[in-house]
């Protein structure tokens, strides 16, 4: 296909050629954004990893009836509202590695930058959040934790 017939295509098909444009630009303002935002993504395996190799923080900020009826080995429960820089969690995590989440991306997403703002070097996000760690087949223990 040569540049004329794209542009033939395009004049023949104008709404078909805008919504390939928008998606386009959506595309890459959703990666930029992506680079920009502070903190990193993780896979549940790879939350496994830093689990077994030992050192990192993991906060769940579900609703406390959520993480009783099943959660991560070794996370710890905080309602969002409670979560700041100064939490006991925290105190003493700015060098290390704090991975947050939650039930749908939303509030762990949220403290993740607050977290980045008040200078924590090593902030990530389970991409998906506990939704994402089951559909792995990975276990949830029940209980206060």
């Known amino acids: ?49 830093m689990i077994n190799a030992g050192g990192v923080t993991v906060i769940d900020l579900s609703s406390s009836s959520d993480f009783e009826k099943g959660h991560i080995a070794g996370s710890r429960n905080v309602q969002p509202a409670q979560l700041n820089p100064s939490h006991k969690l925290l105190a003493n995590a700015k060098q290390t590695p704090v991975v947050l989440l939650c039930r749908t991306g939303n509030a762990s997403a949220t403290a993740a930058k607050m977290l980045k703002k008040a200078g924590y070097e090593q902030v990530y996000v389970l991409e998906g959040g506990l939704p994402a760690w089951q559909a792995a087949d990975l276990l949830l223990v029940k209980g206060r934790g």
């Open 1 to 49: 296909m040569n540049y004329e017939e794209l542009l033939a295509f395009a004049g023949r098909n104008p709404m078909l050629s805008l919504a390939l444009v928008g998606l386009t630009v959506a595309i890459i303002a959703t990666e930029v954004a992506r680079l920009f935002r502070g903190y990193k993504g993780l896979k549940p395996s790879e939350l496994t990893h």
